[in-house]
């Protein structure tokens, strides 16, 4: 069983940028394909982005297309948000999450992180 802590939140102003990581342990990380989801308050949890397990395929959501990118390093068991210029209606608490299946299987993600908070002001 994989256990995932993120860190990197904060807040930023309206065209900013923060860079969330997210640590895994326990598991075979490149086994997992992992995947980013943010959830606002008082609305669902949604998908941001995901990578395979090599790295070497990618999914984005078209809501943060060209703003966001994710990577992973299976070397040091780590995978990255990079978020570029924010808006406000990114503010969402940000979670990392592990997938034993396809990496865009958005509701087949079987482990998941307690969340950083992403607070984006006007």
């Known amino acids: 069983q994989v256990q995932l802590v993120e860190s990197g939140g904060g807040s930023v102003q309206a065209g900013g940028s923060l860079r969330l990581s997210c640590a895994a342990s326990?598991?075979?990380?490149?086994?997992?394909?992992m995947g980013w989801f943010r959830q606002a308050p008082g609305k669902e949890r949604e998908f941001v982005g995901a990578?395979?397990?090599?790295?070497?395929?990618?999914a984005i959501a078209d809501s943060v297309k060209g703003r966001f990118t994710i990577s992973r390093d299976n070397a040091k068991n780590t995978v990255t948000l990079q978020m570029n210029s924010l808006k406000p209606e990114d503010t969402a608490v940000y979670y990392c999450?592990?997938?034993?299946?396809?990496?865009?299987?958005?509701?087949?993600?079987?482990?998941w992180g307690q969340g950083t908070q992403v607070t984006v002001s006007s």
């Open positions: 990578l395979s397990r090599s790295g070497a395929s990618a």
């Open positions: 999450a592990a997938s034993r299946g396809s990496f865009l299987a958005t509701t087949g993600y079987n482990y």
């Open positions: 326990g598991g075979t990380f490149s086994s997992y394909g």
